[in-house]
Each structure stands twice: as structure tokens, then as C-alpha cells.
């Protein structure tokens, strides 16, 4: 018979704060227990981290701008916004599906299923990867910086406003929500499938398209790119509109050469984005459930 998801038990729920403390402390003293490991996977995370920055250094050795509006610094934010959402998905949400097939051919999602908490919380957050947050205290700083060196230059600097700050942290988490909700969705196809792999590399490929302006994507082949990316998979919007927000406010984007003109829908991805993030955790959900539905004990 097929094992129902502890979602639909109806015993007492522990408080979900506490246990999500509890997670987040094991996870660190298990990091902790192997400190070497931890230096290495931190060193390597923000070795990769710097190989990009300097290829994108060298770049605007050569050009001034890498799309329409997105000079050095506003490129750098977009780059740091990107290391953000990158680094808090990875260090929560990656580990955790990467090891939800493994859960499966074992026969230990059995014991999470049979846990008093809704199980897709407790698969998604069970295990930290604390060693991939040294990429986000390094992105932070970049951000600072190119915020910095755009709101002081002498041609047209950019304008910071109290709302700049307020929306961006609240769209950086919607980027990582998204990110999230296609990745518990194909975690989930492990039940159907067994063994997935292949799903995780495209996952991958997918999100690269988030990885760059959405102004680079024009022509036959990138402008149908843009709105599928955009409107069906959301996945180009999840660094865009943070990134939008801190560095080109109210749809403007400036330059050592002025104002740029706004980018392909400015003002309405905004509230695109929320709604995109809202349709995306609902879709992961119902995926994730109906996945869980078709699952058979191990011992079945």
C-alpha cells in the first residue's frame, strides 16, 4: 500500500521553528567535526568565486558595458546577486535533494515519512552545507562595493533610495524560492524514477539562463528564450529583478556614458516576480505530494 506523507498525520506537530534550529545546530557541529573538510570546501567555493570575477575583470578590460545598461559595477551587482541566491540555495536546499534519491533506495524516507512534520520541510532542510555561506559574506561585500562606486562616480550616479533596500532582500528570497521549487520538484521525480542524475544536470543547464541580463537575449532565437525563461520556467527572472532593483531603481540604469534606457519589462516583472514565486511553491507542492503518493514503503 502506498505510505502517506506525515503532512497528513494527525498527531502533535513540534514547533517547526525549534526543529529547524535543531537541524541548522547538528548541521554545524557536524561541519564543525571535520574542520579541515569545512576549510577546504569554503577555500574552494571561494576560489571558484574569484576565477569569475576575474574573467569578468578582464572583460571589461575590453568593453564598457556587457548588455544595454549594464555597465562595470551594475554587471558586478548583478554578479553578486547572483553569488547570493546561489549560496543560500546551496547551502540549504542542494545537499538535502541530492540525497532525497538516496532516501528512496534505501528505504529511509520511510522514517521521515513516519515523523510527526510535514516531510517536504524536513527533506528540504535536514541537512546545511554550512561551507557554501563563506560565498555569501563574500558577495555581500562586492555588492556593497559596486553600490558604493556607482552612487559616488561623477557621471550619472545612481540614486539610492530607502525602498531600494527594503525590496531587494525581499526578492532575493523570492530568486531563491523559485530556484528552490524547481529543484524539490525534480527531487521529487527520484519516487518515479528511481534515480534522476540526469535531472540535477538539467536543472544546471536551466539556470544558467539566470546567470545574465535578460537584455543579452534578443534577436529569433533570444527573444523566444527570454519569454520562455521568463513567463513558463521563471528562472530568468529570479537574478534579474533583485539584481534590477539595486542597480537600475525605477527601471534606469546608468553608465560612465548616462542614462540607459529601461530594460524589457521594468515595472512589470516586479510584480511578476511575486506572483511567479507564489505559482512556483504551489506547483513544487502539488509535484512533491503526488510524488509522495505513488511512493512504496522499502519494506513493501
Not at 103 to 126: H, M, W
Given at each position: 500500500?502506498?505510505?502517506?506523507?506525515?503532512?497528513?498525520?494527525?498527531?502533535?506537530?513540534?514547533?517547526?521553528?525549534?526543529?529547524?534550529?535543531?537541524?541548522?545546530?547538528?548541521?554545524?557541529?557536524?561541519?564543525?567535526?571535520?574542520?579541515?573538510?569545512?576549510?577546504?570546501?569554503?577555500?574552494?567555493?571561494?576560489?571558484?568565486?574569484?576565477?569569475?570575477?576575474?574573467?569578468?575583470?578582464?572583460?571589461?578590460?575590453?568593453?564598457?558595458?556587457?548588455?544595454?545598461?549594464?555597465?562595470?559595477?551594475?554587471?558586478?551587482?548583478?554578479?553578486?546577486?547572483?553569488?547570493?541566491?546561489?549560496?543560500?540555495?546551496?547551502?540549504?536546499?542542494?545537499?538535502?535533494?541530492?540525497?532525497?534519491?538516496?532516501?528512496?533506495?534505501?528505504?529511509?524516507?520511510?522514517?521521515?515519512?513516519?515523523?510527526?512534520?510535514?516531510?517536504?520541510?524536513?527533506?528540504?532542510?535536514?541537512?546545511?552545507?554550512?561551507?557554501?555561506?563563506?560565498?555569501?559574506?563574500?558577495?555581500?561585500?562586492?555588492?556593497?562595493?559596486?553600490?558604493?562606486?556607482?552612487?559616488?562616480?561623477v557621471m550619472a550616479p545612481l540614486p539610492l533610495?530607502?525602498?531600494?533596500?527594503?525590496?531587494?532582500?525581499?526578492?532575493?528570497?523570492?530568486?531563491?524560492?523559485?530556484?528552490?521549487?524547481?529543484?524539490?520538484?525534480?527531487?521529487?521525480?527520484?519516487?518515479?524514477?528511481?534515480?534522476?542524475?540526469?535531472?540535477?544536470?538539467?536543472?544546471?543547464?536551466?539556470?544558467?539562463?539566470?546567470?545574465?541580463?535578460?537584455?543579452?537575449?534578443?534577436?529569433?532565437?533570444?527573444?523566444?528564450?527570454?519569454?520562455?525563461?521568463?513567463?513558463?520556467?521563471?528562472?530568468?527572472?529570479?537574478?534579474?529583478?533583485?539584481?534590477?532593483?539595486?542597480?537600475?531603481?525605477?527601471?534606469?540604469?546608468?553608465?560612465?556614458?548616462?542614462?540607459?534606457?529601461?530594460?524589457?519589462?521594468?515595472?512589470?516583472?516586479?510584480?511578476?516576480?511575486?506572483?511567479?514565486?507564489?505559482?512556483?511553491?504551489?506547483?513544487?507542492?502539488?509535484?512533491?505530494?503526488?510524488?509522495?503518493?505513488?511512493?512504496?514503503?522499502?519494506?513493501?
Amino acid at each position: 500500500m502506498p505510505i502517506e506523507s506525515s503532512s497528513n498525520s494527525s498527531a502533535q506537530r513540534p514547533s517547526y521553528l525549534a526543529v529547524l534550529r535543531t537541524m541548522l545546530r547538528n548541521s554545524l557541529v557536524r561541519d564543525m567535526s571535520y574542520r579541515s573538510n569545512f576549510l577546504i570546501e569554503s577555500i574552494t567555493s571561494l576560489a571558484w568565486m574569484i576565477m569569475n570575477l576575474g574573467f569578468y575583470l578582464v572583460m571589461f578590460r575590453f568593453t564598457a558595458a556587457l548588455a544595454p545598461g549594464w555597465g562595470k559595477y551594475e554587471f558586478f551587482a548583478f554578479l553578486a546577486t547572483t553569488m547570493l541566491i546561489n549560496s543560500l540555495v546551496q547551502a540549504f536546499f542542494m545537499p538535502n535533494a541530492e540525497e532525497f534519491s538516496e532516501l528512496i533506495r534505501t528505504g529511509n524516507l520511510d522514517f521521515a515519512l513516519l515523523k510527526p512534520i510535514d516531510t517536504q520541510f524536513l527533506i528540504s532542510l535536514q541537512r546545511v552545507n554550512w561551507s557554501s555561506l563563506s560565498n555569501f559574506l563574500v558577495a555581500l561585500c562586492i555588492l556593497a562595493y559596486s553600490v558604493y562606486r556607482m552612487a559616488t562616480r561623477v557621471m550619472a550616479p545612481l540614486p539610492l533610495h530607502a525602498w531600494m533596500f527594503v525590496a531587494y532582500p525581499v526578492y532575493v528570497a523570492c530568486g531563491v524560492a523559485i530556484l528552490y521549487s524547481l529543484m524539490i520538484s525534480l527531487a521529487a521525480t527520484s519516487i518515479w524514477l528511481g534515480r534522476n542524475q540526469s535531472l540535477y544536470d538539467f536543472w544546471f543547464y536551466i539556470t544558467n539562463f539566470s546567470r545574465y541580463p535578460m537584455e543579452i537575449y534578443e534577436g529569433s532565437v533570444g527573444t523566444p528564450l527570454r519569454l520562455f525563461f521568463t513567463f513558463v520556467i521563471p528562472v530568468m527572472i529570479v537574478v534579474n529583478v533583485p539584481a534590477r532593483i539595486i542597480a537600475q531603481p525605477l527601471g534606469l540604469s546608468s553608465n560612465a556614458g548616462g542614462a540607459s534606457p529601461p530594460g524589457p519589462y521594468p515595472g512589470f516583472l516586479l510584480g511578476f516576480a511575486i506572483v511567479a514565486t507564489i505559482a512556483s511553491l504551489i506547483a513544487a507542492r502539488w509535484v512533491f505530494q503526488r510524488a509522495l503518493r505513488s511512493y512504496r514503503s522499502a519494506s513493501s
